[in-house]
């Protein structure tokens, strides 16, 4: 059963599509990293160990429902067989199959918030969800060539044609208590999904960080982002001035983690 939390009336609901190794070794991916922050992030995440020593990571998505309500579905994940991530991710994904164990039918979903372009994060992106906006932000369509080359044809084109492509410009609010954050830095458009409920805030991330490396050290780099000065910039802000939340993220093998980390 799909992992949830709740905040005030709003379900915040853990869609895993999948989990495998990384392509590269750990250190690669985090090239700065020093070995006492490994020894603190295997600590706060120890299952992201693999079992050859590399870094072992989920791919997730969220889906966010205020009681039997339309569904916000935050980012797509790796996809079917076919998908434009079988290059590297461990496709078929199984999000058709967490939704249904979710009981959240793929008809009521009205807005999927696509966080980037890369393609672990769009791959059952389209008919699937055939009643829902796709929300995407105009600097991320701006920069198309960063991308897999088949995105236009395989995935943005027919979500144009269909009406289905919602581009917007920066921090946007959804519905009540339901904001998009502009997050820039991994991509140029990244986008993150905040959860506010009285005084409690959860924070759909994105690839704002990836790895629990990175909330041992917020400045540390990984190795996959387009721009890493404003990828740092980003997530020193959000991870300071948003706090306390719980980090809703895609690649953490635990969905939903505090930050401030309990000591
Ligand atoms: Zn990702």
């Known amino acids: ?42 600590r706060r995440d120890p299952d992201a160990v693999g079992p050859d020593g590399g870094w072992w990571l989920p791919f997730r998505a969220f889906a966010l429902r205020r009681d039997d309500g339309p569904v916000v579905l935050v980012d797509a994940g790796i996809g079917p067989a076919d998908a434009l991530a079988a290059s590297w991710a461990p496709v078929p994904g199984r999000l058709p199959e967490e939704l249904s164990a979710a009981g959240i039918d793929p008809a009521d979903v009205r807005t999927v918030v696509l966080t980037h372009l890369h393609t672990d994060h769009v791959g059952w992106a389209g008919p699937l969800f055939g009643n829902a906006d796709h929300l995407v932000q ?22 144009r ?39 409690d805030r959860l924070l759909v ?33 959000v991870l300071r001035t948003l706090t306390p939340v719980l980090l809703a993220t895609p690649h953490l093998t635990t969905p939903f983690t505090p930050h401030p980390h309990p000591a």
């Open 1 to 42: 059963m799909p992992l949830t939390h709740t905040l005030g009336s709003i379900t915040i609901t853990a869609l895993l599509d999948g989990a495998g190794s990384f392509f590269q070794p750990r250190a690669q991916a985090f090239p700065d990293a020093t070995e006492a922050q490994w020894r603190e992030a295997d």
């Open 138 to 159: 105009r600097a991320e369509l701006a920069a198309l060539e960063l991308f897999h080359p088949e995105l236009p044809a395989r995935l943005l084109g027919p979500l």
């Open 161 to 199: 044609a269909a009406g289905r492509l919602r581009v917007v410009d920066g921090d946007t609010e959804l519905t009540p208590g339901v904001r998009v954050l502009s997050t820039p830095g991994h991509t140029p458009g990244h986008q993150s999904v905040l959860v506010e409920q009285g005084d």
């Open 205 to 237: 991330t994105g690839d704002l960080l990836v790895h629990a490396i990175q909330l041992v050290d917020p400045s540390l780099p990984y190795a996959h982002e387009e721009n890493p000065p404003e990828a740092r910039r980003t997530r020193e802000h």
